[in-house]
T-cell receptor, first 110, second 115 residues
Framework: GQQVMQIPQYQHVQEGEDFTTYCNSS?????IQWYKQRPGGHPVFLIQ?????EVKKQKRLTFQFGEAKKNSSLHITATQTTDVGTYFC??????????FGAGTTVTVRA | NAGVMQNPRHLVRRRGQEARLRCSPM?????VYWYRQLPEEGLKFMVY????????ESGMPKERFSAEFPKEGPSILRIQQVVRGDSAAYFC?????????????FGQGTRLTVV
């Protein structure tokens, strides 16, 4: 299956600041999905990107798929305490199997 | 429309006992997936089932682990003779008929602790 690497593993952010988490692959990806998992919770689907160079926004979250379809990023502006959690990227392969990155765990300083 | 239902939410077992984890998919979903999450790690695929069929069990350990999705009732992930290394969160997900445009809906998970 396709492997994805996520960086950074941990992100400590001051409330109100912006940050970006990255998902990288050595091979071309057919798609990328992003999930958020709150502490003690379960993964919740955020978005799927399929097209080269695709950019999608959800309020303060901006998702991007690289031109070469080998990387993706999630940028959060004006971080809030509700953004706390772990953000995972995942690749769907064989039409059903999700291969998850290790995640970026975000903590917010008020 | 109820989401993916998993029970129990927390399960404690002594080494050597059996653990049974249950998952009921969302209404209208006939595809079930089990994932395991070790502390501070991402989720790892274990098995993909449709009603009465195991489609892909490439992520399942060869011994002690089994899964089923009977015609009636929930999907069951069974771990026999549990060991401490089995302690993890086990998540079930379901989806509509497969395709790259579908998202996976995850249950709340079962957190297994082996003592």
């Amino acid at each position: 299956g396709q492997q994805v690497m996520q960086i950074p593993q941990y992100q400590h952010v001051q409330e109100g600041e912006d940050f970006t988490t990255y998902c990288n692959s050595s091979t071309t990806l057919s798609n990328i999905q992003w999930y958020k998992q709150r502490p003690g919770g379960h993964p919740v689907f955020l978005i799927q990107l399929v097209k080269s160079g695709e950019v999608k926004k959800q309020k303060r979250l901006t998702f991007q798929f690289g031109e070469a379809k080998k990387n993706s990023s999630l940028h959060i502006t004006a971080t809030q305490t509700t953004d706390v959690g772990t953000y995972f990227c995942a690749v769907v392969f064989n039409d059903y199997k999700l291969s998850f990155g290790a995640g970026t765990t975000v903590t917010v300083r008020a | 429309n109820a989401g993916v239902m998993q029970n129990p939410r927390h399960l404690v077992r002594r080494r050597g006992q059996e653990a049974r984890l249950r998952c009921s998919p969302m209404k209208g979903h006939s595809h079930v997936y089990w994932y395991r999450q070790l502390p501070e790690e991402g989720l790892k695929f274990m098995v993909y089932l449709q009603k009465e069929n195991i489609i892909d069990e490439s992520g399942m350990p060869k011994e002690r682990f089994s899964a089923e999705f009977p015609k009636e009732g929930p999907s069951i992930l069974r771990i026999q003779q549990v060991v401490r290394g089995d302690s993890a969160a086990y998540f079930c997900a379901s989806s509509p008929p497969s395709g790259t445009d579908t998202e996976a809906f995850f249950g709340q998970g079962t957190r297994l602790t082996v003592v």
